[in-house]
């Protein structure tokens, strides 16, 4: 038995509709809105065609409360045939609107003419939920005796880092018995997404003395000092993070070298509120902040990376003798990459070049995302991100994502259920 163009296409219509259901549902993070609701629809619809669900809460995730309670959902396909494990994960939480829009942001209007479907959490990932869902269903209906397992989570806070989420289901051992995950985030119907480069967050405080503002010579400026840093930043750090480069496909090109950010920068007196019309107080400041944002490259190691800035401090220091600094740990992300070999990957690119009739193209993603956690909790490298809609979309106003990009891709997640747990030699075969 084949996974055929008709059988997925025979489901365009239900693929529109859950797709609309899960936009229509505002799981907006922060705070965590409506965890429950979207977790219980989708079990709703998987439990009575013979999936196994497990409602999972992290209790001690960051922003789990009783008004936002942090829920996700895994649900089970097991035909009782030994075999692997194969599951499908998307992050259930969206972000905040924004301004521009000019559709529904929950609406989750369908135009037949573009063949488009718009809402928060489009592209980024309720479509990628939905093409998984309906490639599941499409293959146990034509597999209903398959090998191993299929799994779909949908899970909590990828937004904001995964914590109350796949994080969570890591460090209770869910990716235990798992062999092969895929998490359809909006990298393009036909390119695997391997991993993501590492991030180091940190806050770097320069320190000074308070005085009155009319004879700054009686104290040191902070702000001077944190000038001095970006200064040295500009002249020595820049040049050479722009020199590293990495042989990560990373997208966009020019995330292929080392980046750094500079988040944020306070110093002084703290912003007026707003409507204050009252003037500033004549103060030195003695205290100046920024919140770095360091992305590096898997050829660099994480103690390099905090050595660059800890020696740049030190030439500062050794030119400014006044100068006391502290740099505190914010967040930190090892980068992972998946091997091109992996069964996982393989088995992918294969149904990619069978269903689209072109060669799967690799790519890394600039920002992390949840397999990290999978990775370095789960112990799992046989993981990546495939699934449709423009990585560009997420998170921008009036985002959509295509209904024929993802029928193709749930072609291609079908494809590679039959291919890993279809229950005939012969499965696959002619996709398009
Ligand atoms: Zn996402």
């Known amino acids: 038995m084949n996974i055929t163009t008709t059988a997925i296409e025979a489901r365009r219509a239900a693929l ?74 998307s992050h259930h939480d969206v972000v905040e609107v924004g301004h521009g829009w000019t559709r529904d942001p929950f609406g989750g209007e369908h135009v037949p003419a573009e063949d488009r479907i718009y809402g928060r959490g489009a592209c980024d990932m309720k479509g990628g939920l939905a093409a998984s869902i309906i490639a599941a269903e499409t293959f146990v209906a034509m597999y209903p005796d398959h090998a191993g397992r299929v799994q779909i989570s949908a899970t909590a806070d990828e937004e904001s880092g995964g914590y109350g989420g796949v994080a969570h289901l890591a460090e209770q051992g869910h990716f235990a018995n798992v062999q092969h995950v895929i998490i359809p ?35 040191d400026c902070a702000v001077r000092h944190m000038g001095a840093v970006i200064e040295e930043m500009e002249r020595t750090l820049y040049p050479l993070l722009a020199g590293k480069r990495t042989a990560m496909p990373v ?18 007196a703290p912003e007026p509120e707003e409507g204050n019309t009252g003037l500033p107080a004549p103060c030195v400041p003695d205290r100046c902040r920024i919140v770095i944002d360091r992305r590096f490259l898997i050829e660099e190691q994480l103690s390099e990376v905090k050595g660059e800035i800890a020696a740049l401090m030190e030439r500062v220091r050794a030119e400014r003798p006044g100068l006391s600094y502290e740099i505190r740990d914010l967040f930190e992300v090892i980068p992972s990459m998946t091997d091109r070999d992996a069964p996982v990957v393989r088995t992918t690119a294969a149904a990619i070049e069978r269903v689209l009739g072109t060669e799967a193209g690799y790519v890394v993603s600039p920002g992390t995302y949840d397999q990290k956690h999978i990775d370095r909790i789960g112990r799992l490298k046989n993981c990546i991100a495939y699934g449709p809609g423009v990585l560009d979309l997420a998170h921008q106003p009036d985002e959509w994502i295509g209904v024929g990009d993802m029928l193709d891709s749930a072609r291609v997640m079908a494809l590679v259920l039959a291919d890993l747990l279809g229950s005939e030699a012969d499965s696959g075969g002619t996709a398009a």
Request: hydrophobic share 35%; charged share 20%.
């Open 16 to 89: 529109i509709a859950l797709t609309q259901d899960l936009i229509r549902i505002p799981t907006l993070n922060p705070p965590g809105l409506n965890y429950r609701d979207i977790c219980d629809y989708v079990a709703a619809r998987l439990q009575p065609q013979g999936w196994t669900v497990q409602m999972i809460r992290a209790h001690d995730a960051p922003g789990d409360c009783e008004k936002y309670p942090r829920w996700n959902v895994i649900c089970t396909h097991d035909a009782g045939r030994p075999g692997d494990t194969v599951h499908f994960n």
């Open 185 to 219: 985030e909006p990298l393009h119907k036909d390119r695997i997404c391997l991993g993501h480069r590492g991030v180091w967050w940190a806050e770097i405080e320069t320190h000074g003395r308070i005085a009155h503002g009319s004879m700054p010579f009686l104290g």
């Open 251 to 268: 997208i966009p090109e020019g995330a292929r070298s080392s980046t750094l950010n500079i988040n944020s920068i306070h110093g002084g």
